[in-house]
């Protein structure tokens, strides 16, 4: 099965942390829209169709067992793959891969027999604590096999009322984030949607609103955002004037109600609405009209129901009549919009509850556990007076439109954390014209029982000026050393080294292409950049031009080849 880059990248990360860990369960995330099924069919294609063992791939909705099973059936034989799902009528026990829901599969995990691994879709469902469906369920299916694995996937690694989704102490499911693909380069690479977020002209009172349970109490928010709906609903309609397909989160039914009501007016369109007491056949023609281009539905609002599992690709506008002190909620409200779509540019996010400014940047939210995110706290943000778009507090000018901020007042002794715009669009880029390469020895600070690696210093401008650097773990194993290994075939039609000595032996005897430019990124708070592209000389070395060179250094000098000084040193960044 062909995998994008990223995607390929990540199920590297988790058979690399499945093979070195005896123990644990990894997690990859893969932001909404980037494709978690491919991923998850390439597993199972390899545990069921290569290896002999059993998959479970559990989902809480049956439009991702659909998707799951549907994928599958491109790869494996029809009569691999099962479907154990009350609402599909399908209740298949005994196939290699299952895709199951949890309410199904729920106490039912004697009769579904044992697995190698079981995949948990949209894993930051599983609850922190001990109880729910997903843990007593894969707390049965230990019994059945106790070296069982699990694989969490999702789009946000922190549930939806607390904190991270490896962070539960002893009662922890999933143990470690392998693999977090980068929303800003998929988006760059034109893989998601560019998104954005503004903040409504119209803005709601929420100071003094009680919270319970980590989150808003909802009649309160209701309230409060029905005071409102007169002016957001009429700056809706406006900033909205040329988007297809216009997807509204209201704060309760009531108000959505109203919601519902006052767009229909000022629009002249219809609107539809859906909540957890929609039936469902009204709920299928709802969705079904909206998700079709031709469908002549373009306002839909929801109250709480459309977020994980629904996805609509021409959604690219999003009105969120109310606020949240979830991360997670955010991010899958925000990301209906990620996906890309045929005549789709972006999409903006007309944000009425200061969700932006509260949490930050999709790509960079900042985690709070519950008791921060009750103590009401709001990170600082700017919102450009000139396109209403937020911004990073330390942006300089919009990212959006270039509007110049005024200097803000700093007081030095300020500790809280910036956040600000839908993306983190703080990040330096430079393309840099590299004059010279060195290739050094290092050792791992204050352990030199550590294996050694490949430090790459990319010079340029005058000799004053610091290079740019780069680590190669040839001499390491798994997922590093897979890296290694791409990293010098890109380079070089000489045969990988084993080990990082002979790596920098090889490369200062012209074993490597000369590299012309390099990319770097530096993201906002971060303590190193990064080299993310290269531009290198499509004449690559071979063992012959190796050759060449230790015979004229030793016609020259008496060189023999075997015993280059090598250059160490202790400064390693991890």
Not at 360 to 365: K, L, S, T, V, Y
Request: aromatic content about 8%.
């Amino acid at each position: 099965m062909d995998l994008r880059w990223y995607q390929a990248e990540a199920k590297a990360a988790i058979y690399d942390y499945l093979s070195t860990n005896a123990e644990g369960n990894p997690c990859a995330v893969l932001p909404t829209g980037s494709g978690k099924t491919p991923l998850l069919a390439s597993i199972c294609e390899d545990v069921a169709g290569k290896w002999g063992g059993r998959v479970l791939v559990l989902a809480h909705v049956r439009e991702l067992l659909e998707q799951a099973s549907d994928k599958l059936r491109r790869f494996l034989p029809e009569d691999s793959i099962g479907i154990y799902c009350a609402g599909l009528n399908e209740k298949t026990t005994d196939a290699p891969v299952i895709c199951a829901s949890i309410q199904s599969a729920y106490r039912k995990s004697g009769s579904l027999g044992a697995f190698s691994i079981i995949i948990v879709d949209e894993a930051h469902l599983i609850p922190a604590h001990h109880g729910g469906m997903y843990r007593d369920f894969l707390a049965e299916a230990l019994l059945a096999n106790p070296k069982m694995r699990v694989v969490g996937l999702t789009a946000t690694p922190y549930r939806l009322d607390c904190g991270s989704i490896c962070d539960d102490g002893d009662e922890k499911i999933l143990s470690k984030i392998v693999y977090d693909a980068p929303i800003r380069e998929l988006i760059s690479q034109g893989f998601l949607a560019n998104i954005k977020a503004v903040e409504g002209t119209a803005k709601p009172y929420l100071e003094g609103i009680h919270t319970r349970g980590g989150e808003y109490i909802e009649s309160e928010m209701a309230e409060r955002m029905s005071a409102i709906v007169d002016s957001a609903c009429t700056e809706i309609v406006d900033l909205t004037a040329e988007r297809k397909r216009v997807l509204v989160f209201s704060s309760s039914i009531d108000h959505g109600r109203e919601v519902q009501e006052a767009l229909a007016e000022k629009s002249c369109q219809e609107v539809g609405f859906v909540s957890g007491n929609t039936p469902k056949s009204e709920r299928a023609e709802l969705l079904g009209r909206f998700k079709d281009p031709d469908g002549g539905l373009k306002y839909l609002v929801n109250v709480n129901v459309l977020t994980t599992g629904f996805d609509a690709p021409n959604i690219d506008a999003i009105a969120l009549l109310r606020a949240t002190l979830s991360p997670g909620l955010y991010y899958q409200m925000c990301g209906r919009g990620l996906r890309v779509c045929d005549g789709k540019d972006d999409c903006i996010v007309l944000d009425y509850g200061k969700n932006a400014i509260r949490h930050g940047p999709i790509d960079a939210m900042s985690v709070r556990n519950k008791s921060a995110a009750t103590a009401g706290g709001m990170a600082p943000g700017r919102t450009c007076e000139a396109c209403q778009c937020v911004s990073p507090i330390s942006a300089e000018c919009c990212v959006f439109c270039g509007h110049p901020f005024p200097l803000p007042e700093y007081d030095p002794h300020d500790e809280h954390a910036t956040a600000g715009a839908m993306l983190s669009d703080e990040i330096q880029e430079r393309e840099i014209e590299v004059t010279g390469v060195s290739y050094f020895i290092h050792s791992k600070k204050d352990d030199e029982t550590a294996p050694k690696t490949m430090r790459v210093e990319y010079l340029h401008g005058s000799i004053a000026d610091r290079p740019y650097r780069e680590w190669v773990c040839f001499s390491h194993d798994g997922y590093a050393r897979n890296k290694a290994e791409a990293w010098w075939r890109k380079r070089s039609r000489i045969e990988v080294p084993d080990t990082t000595e002979d790596a920098v032996r090889l490369a200062k005897a012209g074993a490597l292409a000369e590299t012309l430019g390099i990319v770097w990124r530096k993201k906002a708070g971060a303590k190193f950049g990064e080299i993310v592209r290269y531009t290198i000389h499509e004449e690559l070395p071979t063992d012959e031009t190796v050759a060449e060179y230790f015979e004229a250094q030793r016609k020259a000098s008496g060189f023999d080849g075997e015993s280059a000084a090598m250059e160490w040193d202790d400064e390693i960044p991890f």
